[in-house]
């Protein structure tokens, strides 16, 4: 059994780490906020500072919202990497940028301790599951390592590469899921406008190759309008910007991730932050005055 530290206890971090002590791991836990009752109840140990939680651990986890966190987490004052000693794995779960966490990870090799970026996919729901994907990078023996660890919270855990690899899978999925959600709305705001039933419309394809997770979840989301995040649109703005700016930084174009961030930015101006990413399609339908399912003349009618 490890010592394992957790940072970073909200909506993904506290099942998340329920499942280590489940796992029968001592488990030290720091959060800016007070401690979620129902880890302080299975016996975590709650510490006052990232730094605590490193002395007392031999693998520590980060899970917060952005980059700046964990700039602060392991590099702030009474940070982690202020308690680390050798040997110890330092890893971060959270969805951050894949050119900040080649530096996190330098910095934290230096310190004789490795580093390992390990962003998630499932959402919530997927966290309290224990069915999380995990994309990690970083080197093979510290991943071989803590790969149990990852397999008490996810069901699909996959090395990808070196480090800031995990993150840069991460940034690869919110981008197809972006992608998907617009190709969706778009297609539904078709149909609808044509003068035909979304609902069946959406049932028809399940059975097809347009068929996808999108189009299932997102897809009923966008017919029965059901907006309540989910994931919040803020957050799916964060990870289309890190896309973003690594691709300015390459020099590379990604025209429809560009164009899928100017419709959240258009969600966002009409007070959509906290709006589920599902939402997306809100701005097709303002740009097309038809909102998917409303009953208006059909171009031929
Ligand atoms: P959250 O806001 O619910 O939780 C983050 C926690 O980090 C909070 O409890 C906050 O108090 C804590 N925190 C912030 N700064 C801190 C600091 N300096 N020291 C200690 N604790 C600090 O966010 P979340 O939804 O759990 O998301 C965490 C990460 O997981 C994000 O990067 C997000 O993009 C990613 N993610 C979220 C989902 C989702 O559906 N919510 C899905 C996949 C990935």
Redesign the pocket.
Known sequence: MSKVGF????????PMAGHLRAGGHELCI????PAPKSLTDQGAVVCGS?KEVAEKSDIII?????TP?VA??LF?ENGVASGLSQGKIVID????SPIETKRFAQKINVLGCQYLDA??????V??KAAS?TIMVGGPEDAFKRVKPLFELMGKNVTLVGGNGDGQTC?VANQIIVALNIEAVGEALLFASRMGADPARVRAALMGGFAASRILEVHGERMVKRTFD????IE?HQ??LNLALQSAKALGLSLPNTATAQELFNACVAHGGKAWDHSALVRALELLANHEIGQKTPAMLD
């Open positions: 940072i970073g206890l909200g909506i993904m971090g506290a720091y959060d800016v906020k990232a980060s899970m917060v919202p952005d966190h602060a987490v702030g779960m959270s969805s951050i962003p998630v996919s499932g959402g919530e997927g966290a999380l991460k995040p989910g994931f919040r957050l964060k990870d």
